[in-house]
């Protein structure tokens, strides 16, 4: 957590940490534009801090946009896209990062080199650490487990091994990442699929939640749906899911 790097960034002398993000340079800029700037406070010599409004703060934050940045109008807005849980979550997170001494990217230059130099210059503005390395993509693209190792068979994953049951092709992967829906959505997304009499996967872990606390779905659920559907409530591996032959 922040707050605990923050704790050894002051504890420690000539400790220096740096924020890594996972989430491409197109999508944190995107957000720059969007919200942050319009929240901005620029720090004068005095120590002033002032907002900027709404309209002007979108028209700054646009006009400096190096040369090449493009963003469609019509992206939807960080705070539309989650809910108020996770978005108290990442500003606590925010508020550490003055502690940051740069930044490092899952991304490469070829992908983002734009959208990089957006945030390099945004980053040295609000005083966020200036510097950044592209580091990526740090996402795998293959599995590195073996199909004939015996062992692979016994520890495999259950919802693997419901997959082998069904044919190919036949089951969707349903999953929002660390991405909280609020309990209507998850209630609605459970009826869709249940009408829809299409096998599938559905991941309902949630990164928000305390220990010991599960995403509540409706009762009988699972039931109603098994042999169609299989519910994942912890970790699931998701690379195995998608690369396999059942998978649609």
Same mark, same amino acid.
């Given at each position: ?17 740096? !924020? ?79 502690? !940051? ?6 991304? !490469? ?49 259950? !919802?693997? #091994? ?32 249940? #009408? ?53």
């Amino acid at each position: 957590m922040a707050s605990v790097v923050q704790d050894a960034v002051v504890s420690i002398p000539n400790a220096e940490a740096y !924020c890594f993000n996972a989430s491409s340079a197109f999508v944190i800029s995107s957000m720059y534009v969007d919200e942050e700037l319009i929240r901005l406070y620029l720090p004068s010599s005095i120590g002033i801090q002032f907002h900027l409004p709404s309209l002007i703060g979108k028209f700054v934050a646009r006009l400096l946009l190096p040369s090449g940045v493009e963003f469609p109008n019509n992206l939807p807005s960080y705070q539309t896209s989650f809910i108020s849980e996770f978005m108290d979550f990442g500003i606590k997170k925010h508020l550490h990062n003055n502690f !940051c001494s740069g930044n490092l990217y899952s991304t !490469c230059k070829a992908i983002d080199r734009p959208y990089l130099n957006a945030l390099a210059r945004y980053n040295k503005l609000l005083r966020r650490g200036s510097k950044q390395w592209a580091i990526g993509p740090l996402h795998p693209i293959a599995t590195m487990i073996k199909d004939d190792d015996p062992s692979n068979m016994i520890n495999r994953h259950e !919802c693997l #091994k419901w997959l082998d049951k069904q044919e190919p092709n036949s089951v969707i992967l349903v999953s929002f990442g660390t991405t909280s829906l609020s309990k209507e959505q998850i209630k609605e997304l459970a009826i869709g699929l249940e #009408k829809s009499q299409h096998k599938f996967i559905r991941i309902v872990r949630d990164a928000l939640l305390k220990e010991g606390e599960q995403v509540q779905i409706p009762k009988g659920y699972e039931e109603r749906v098994e042999g169609r559907g299989f519910v994942v409530r912890d970790w699931a591996p998701q690379l195995e899911i998608l690369g396999h032959s059942s998978t649609s």
